[in-house]
């Protein structure tokens, strides 16, 4: 098989910060021998453990990218032991299109792991994590949120694993992170993702979902850099003591918890994030994008629990989330 | 000079309840005989005054459309005394297309008054409101909302005026629709604007700002149903007694308010909608977008007071409105 | 006021065959100091009538296109007396694009007269004809066909105007030119239309609507052609007999006649153009095109006749032109 | 590998009608958790055979949705015996685009198959029909009709398959179809096919092509309704008689049936469609779509028969199909 | 009339240097209160003359925006009497496109003057230099070079005028300005030409084509810094000797000199730019884009001269311009 | 494996001159039974060598498609022995959209090498040209320049190749191309290339670099032209004696020849192709494209040489390769 085509600007075993790109040769008709240049800063001071910090998975979800920039701009080699290689806008092709998934392909970067070496722009980008710093890492911290179609209560995640001891070690560190709400979660179909792609390399893996809409606010980014400084200090690179508060735990325990459009038209919300809701409940009216004088479709709650995501947008399609409710009991 | 073309497909002088469509021909290379058909009711009930509701001036604000379709569904003649003309989608192509202007001429609606009737579909549109459906109204309230790419505290808004009857009129009006925030205001560069044809024409005017970021919460689309029920009261319209709350009285006195970005990058906001800041404060942080280790640009509050707006997207553009700052009172 | 920019590289006085173009200066991003050159054929034999033909005043109808490259291709100098002006592709842009309306300014040539010399592309055309090419005739045939969304029974047809005489002239060289169907129309909105400038100016004026679907078939390109020379002959330019058939008559009397969408989705036509009506049948059945289960929305014949046009696409929009109703007699 | 991730929202070995989707996962720019909703509607009755019918394979295609939709509304449980699958819009993102390829991945459907569970949207819905519907069949029927691009002689068809009983038991279902024309075919390239996936796996199949250019007449959509009641019959499902009428046989025994276009330009068609045709007729002209003064470029029959295919736009490129001769004879 | 909306973020009145911007309010889409951000450098130093010099006038010309960026950056007030204003990036919103019109309004800045304050975003730039910024200058220089689609031999440039005294003050800025080759024009069609407005103002006005393709070299880079520099100096605002080097005067006397094409295809150029050409003699051939074995079209001089613009693009249109023949005579 | 679809519409192994195309079916919206139409020459007389000759690799370089044009209708069966192949539009897709890579997938066809006989439309004319083309030449011939954004200083090339005796023969070919410039070329990353799979297959093969811009100059097509038919001298197809000049030696020996930007901006070049640079001197500076004042980012050269490729648009981006230094000797 051909060798992955991207190379760093930087050193990775050097001691010090470094600002630098990951180069990826991309041909194309703006730029015959142009690349694609992503964004990285390796901060190193000794021997010792490797986080690999990543934002912009999907290139609409701004918590990770600012505390990632902060985190890059603000880390001083001095400050810790051993490495930290912080890449805030993994897909930056969409990151610069403000786009979940990236303009040169239309590839969901999480749903393209493995990846290839010899696939699309997305697939090489996604190859050279699964295949050169993932094995370079012991903890990885993925930022996400929900983009500009999706809105969350701010939660950081753990999955359950196979590995007993491996499960413990992510639950751990998501409870480092310390967002308001905490999730563990069973991943029903996780082909692809990086996710799968750095626990089945048995690394500590923190995921989160932070806000969304293709906004961060002051809090929701707050929450993030917090969370960043936290997992550092847990995984012992970073000196000093965790910034913990209380999280609520959530639960997504079945399908049920999904609510999915049926109908287009105009949305009309009647719980917002974090309220409570009863199983029957109406969550949602939509409305004729096209007229007036017909009745809304009413949508309502499939179980009892607090809404936990929401559909972002004014109008809605057929087929999209239009809400999810999970339980929730204080930690 | 030629009539406006657009049709209504309803009387407006009927007593009952119709809903319909605006028809406005539009032979395009997608419909040689089309017609751009925005969604109109008229309730009325014998004489009495007139109200004229309308949502979606830009189309990707959602308050208003909510509280109007609800509006069209639940009002029943015989509840009122008068006439409430509702058309929720006011720039119905934008309003379908999620944009804040018609994507037919890329024109905005709001400053495209008092129109022409040969123009442009936009033009069109707004010459018919000026023309025929302004001058049939007593009172005329008229949603907005930050849209895609701003976010505002929610308010209703009234305008200083030359005459002070139609002023303290305006004035009553807003105080009635209610909102949590209520600003007095002086447009600066009124030219064009919805506001400046009605209120040139001697009418109440309520205009609103409930939200944005192209989404409506349940908390604000309540708040829109409440102020149109209130606004209908006051107007002696509908029956009943208003749902009044406490209102923060909003003032935004001079250019100092306004914030605006001179460069261009990924925006860490360290104010929320609502918060207190103090002169010379940092409110944001402006990331570069292409690589990691710069200094961000950071931008100091002009004057101190309450964020009352704010940009809405991760990224920002030169000349973007960042932050909007506002003196605040309790009424 | 400045002149018009549109120059011709043939000229009109001479005696001959001319092939060249109507040369519009057009600077864009794709040619800094290009043109539209819109093609035209000159022929002439000394003094006498001087015939105006065009097609592809829109640019997705072919019947006239065809007939006119064929005229031209075919007509000698020494066939006839006095001049005929061939401009197969009135539109060029929207032509090439094989579209309605111009790419360049999205313009309506039918709707832009008179034109202005300083308007964009498509006003410069308006005006150059109006101005230019329109006092040189003495008779005008403008092809028409319902282009890739409306289809129609091939019909010649003449406006009843102010002037007895000049709409007598009219009718007789739609009679000459002799198509299947021969209708007698009263535009209820002529405003910027070709034909008002035409009819405006005094001359005979004839218009057809020859079939649609953005196609011709063998059938209604040989409509075109023989009414080309039909007309010819009847104008005295051309010697010979024309070439006569039975054609039957058609009327629109009122508003009844035109029948709209009112909801969007997959089209059943349940009457074909010629096809026979009566009042209250159902002539369509609109299905959703989300789902499956749904009633399908019935349009029923506002009056009775034959239809004459219809919706071409297999989904419609609301506000569509689904089909018109004429009532027939033979002639 | 692993498993498509589209599932049903209705069940397939219930008794009575179900309207429902086949929910395809589609995460994207506008829909971060979205799906494509593609409409079922199943109908049983105890056991018995299975019909699978299909339509909008190709999303410009109008004859079989029209067809479908009216069955699925209209056919009831207590009409038949065994199970009727209907899935009217089976490229659903094509047909919402009114486009023969998905707008999602460009992929043409019909050359998609077996498909892939973890290939683009496409070919996932390949996947599903080749691996979970079909093998649920023992007939199919697939709607097909010429699309934007091309126009046919209403037709169905069945292929020279090596299995002689299975070549009789599709022509006998082709003639219980009895559409106007009826075709033999032998596929030249039958790569990735969706007749080919279902006639691999033993199935009775029949396709038909019943008219083109984007849009169906009265006519065409009665034939496809009448064709879907008699294929039910046909195979056992459906009570009643068949209404038949004669049909004539076409074949097209050779690469001469095929005319292509070796330029672009404007057509003018000699033939139309179900015409005699002699071998070294012109068929066409073509005329420049650049200038007036050109010899046309004429198409001459490469053998005697009538016409059965044109290519349907007014304008055509090098390559394209200009029309198929056919041979017929009465059956 | 409304006032121009543009303001500039820094004085223009005042000694020393500035860097600012004209704010041009835009709302769109992308941002509600946005504003295009046109870059403007002032640097003053008392009483004296004032030289307003532009680039990217056309958004695809870079000579200006390189020596004006230069000049911005390296001219301090203690070098000057008098003021000079720099505005690199003219027509902005079409240089950050790298198109020569503006992306906004498809607008040619150069054919907008003297535009309007309430027109469309390049009209109102046209009209802010025409009312504002042109009053305030003594001499006026504006860079130009052939863009995308034009290569030019590398000219400044001054009009025939009525007035004689403002006709030498122009020739002899120009002289000064001191290209390698130096044009006297006569406009045929000066309709909305900034040059036109200048000129009209009674300015003394430069303009320049210095090279094209949507490229600047080294040289022509060299020729653009050097002649502003001599342009300052020759008006009396910069200290020093100017940089003078022979030139060679053209002249383009008649119509002939411009060869236009008259069909597509794809260029072999035979002449190259500066290389002396005799009348007949065959400066480029035209191959098919299409097809092989056809006979080139061979475009002859009409004149005898130097080349001095060509076609750039490898492929043409019918109506580019495919080159210019100047006479020249060395000064 | 399927065949691959494409088809030749003349003979490869038959005396004479044919013009015709290789016709790859491809089915789109635009055409449900379309084709793609490469155009191909084939020369042959008797037995003898064959050399396949072809442009347009990259769809935006001219130089090869003007002179392969030329070859195609100039030379004469009876001039030559054995057989020339001659494709000027290789990726014919991209050569009609003027694009580097083909507009239906995006895909760069000199990357796509051994392609795939049911691949994309690209990977079908790589896997043509791979499996039947190429195994016909002895000799190979693909003409490159820099498209639309690099540009080259003229010269042919040979590759490092681990044949000694093939190497040989390619540098033999290349020096009786005899373009101003020659070079010796180790490819560090040839995966896909053209040039890899036909040196794979043993064949003595030349490529060229001879100018670039998406544009063509009198000189480099008379380069490409007088190169065709040396080599076609030099392999013993062609009768006569070559026309040989002066040619420079150029070699890049390692990574410190290229120079690529770290950020976007105006680009200064300081040095033009041909020049000699010394190394540390600044070849660039880049300017901000947002405002004026900032210190442009000057570029320094990191070897010295004469500059030999260079960055051809105004603007440039992160990534993009800003200039190529290269070695020159006399040869």
């Not at 996604?126 to 809105?151: E, Q, R």
């Not at 359950?160 to 070690?169: H, I, K, P």
């Not at 179980?303 to 809605?316: D, E, M, T, V």
Request: hydrophobic letters at 40%.
């Amino acid at each position: 098989m051909n060798p992955n085509p991207i190379t760093p600007t930087i050193p990775y075993d050097q001691d010090g910060k470094f600002h630098g790109f990951l180069r990826l040769p991309h041909s194309r008709n703006e730029s015959a021998w142009g690349a694609v240049m992503i964004p990285i800063t390796v901060v190193r001071n000794g021997d010792g453990p490797t986080a690999l910090f990543t934002g912009a998975n999907h290139g609409d979800e701004y918590e990770g990218p600012i505390a990632l920039q902060a985190l890059a701009h603000e880390l001083e080699p001095e400050q810790i032991r051993g490495r930290v290689i912080i890449v805030p806008y993994m897909n930056y092709p969409a990151f610069r299109a403000a786009a979940r998934v990236s303009p040169i392909d239309m590839v969901n970067l999480n749903r393209a792991f493995p990846g290839a070496p010899d696939g699309t722009a997305t697939h090489k980008i996604a190859n050279y994590f699964n295949d050169t710093l993932v094995p370079m890492a012991d903890i990885v911290l993925d930022y996400h949120s929900g983009g500009k179609t999706l809105d969350f209560l701010p939660f950081a995640c753990a999955h359950y694993l196979d590995s007993v001891s491996q499960q413990e070690a992510c639950v751990a560190a998501v409870q480092a992170f310390n967002a308001p709400y905490t999730l563990m979660l069973r991943e029903i179909d996780n082909v692809g993702m990086y996710d799968t792609a750095v626990e089945g390399q048995g690394k500590v893996f923190v995921t989160t979902e932070l806000g969304g809409g293709g906004s961060a606010t002051a809090r929701s980014a707050r929450i993030a850099r917090r969370g960043a400084l936290n997992v550092l200090i847990h995984a012992g690179i970073l000196e000093g003591e965790r910034d913990q508060e209380r999280t609520v735990m959530l639960d997504m325990p079945d399908e049920d918890c999904y609510h999915f459009a049926v109908s287009e038209g105009l949305v009309e919300p009647l719980v917002d994030l974090g309220e409570p809701v009863e199983k029957g409940a109406v969550i949602a009216r939509v409305w004729s994008a096209d007229r007036t004088g017909l009745q809304p479709l009413c949508y309502y709650a499939q179980r009892s629990g607090i809404l936990a995501a929401r559909h972002f947008p004014g109008l809605i399609q057929t087929g999209d989330c239009l809400g999810v409710i999970a339980t929730a009991m204080e930690d």
